[in-house]
């Protein structure tokens, strides 16, 4: 398992936008999969969101939770949507 840090671009939507008062945000990271992306940004920005209610997408289609990150990848947690 690596410790290299690397630089993701994170998209913020619905409850996450609130919650973290940005749409997007670069950070760096020494995560490995999008689970222990979330777990970390869970921790620093207390979001409620369980990943249970979630979905995640890197660079604009959908993956799985354990989906290697790599530098430079964009990932969007995706909340419910309420319709209305």
């Known amino acids: 398992m690596s410790d290299q840090i690397k630089e993701i671009n994170v998209r913020y939507y619905a409850l996450l936008r609130e919650e973290r008062g940005c749409p997007s945000e670069t950070i760096k990271t020494n995560a490995q999969t999008p689970l222990e992306l979330y777990t970390q940004l869970r921790q620093q920005y207390r979001f409620s969101l369980?990943?249970?209610s979630?979905?995640?997408a890197l660079n604009d289609a959908f993956y799985s939770w354990d989906s290697?990150?790599?530098d430079k990848d964009t990932v969007v947690f995706i909340p419910p949507v309420a319709g209305g």
């Open 50 to 52: 369980d990943i249970n």
């Open 54 to 56: 979630l979905k995640v």
């Open 68 to 70: 290697p990150l790599q």
